[in-house]
């Protein structure tokens, strides 16, 4: 299954690479290729295959808190289709400690007429939209252990 948007590659590899300011000839020492193939990708001038953007991003440790950012209006479209609303983000990428293995975590309330099913759904959308794993939680009934995050919370 892919994990990221071939189709974006060019924008997310400029992302990651920006984000972890390097430059595309670091980068590409890092992810084991020439400079200049890199910059071929970065420009579109090169398709990307799944396993080489995965590949890129990971060589420059791209973060689940760049396409939560970038796609932020549209998840929170996607979550009013599902009856969600006052999506908030805990975790490491509130703390800015996310890593390319990381997820994302996010605190929803749910209409009342919305059951698990929906937010399943959402969950997938969002982990398709990112590329990264999503952790969504209802915050009418919050586990003991993440009553902290639930105040430490913000929202997206």
């Known amino acids: 299954m892919r994990r990221f948007d071939t189709g974006a590659a060019p924008q997310i590899i400029r992302a990651a690479r920006r984000d972890a300011g390097l430059t595309q000839a670091r980068l590409a020492e890092r992810a084991g290729l020439r400079q200049p193939s890199l910059a071929q990708m970065e420009s579109g001038k090169r398709p990307v295959s799944d396993e080489m953007l995965e590949r890129i991003l990971r060589a420059a440790d791209y973060r689940p808190s760049i396409p939560l950012a970038t796609h932020a209006d ?25 890593t ?28 398709a939209l990112t590329g990264f794993p999503v952790e969504a939680v209802a915050d009418t009934n919050v586990p003991e252990v993440l009553k902290d995050a639930l105040r430490e919370a913000v929202p997206l």
């Open 74 to 98: 549209e998840i929170i479209a996607r979550a009013r289709v599902y009856g969600l609303s006052n999506l908030r983000v805990f975790g490491s990428a509130l703390r800015g400690e996310d």
């Open 100 to 127: 390319y293995n990381s997820d994302i975590d996010l605190f929803v309330t749910p209409a009342p007429s919305t059951d698990l099913f929906d937010l399943a759904r959402f969950v997938a959308e969002v982990e």
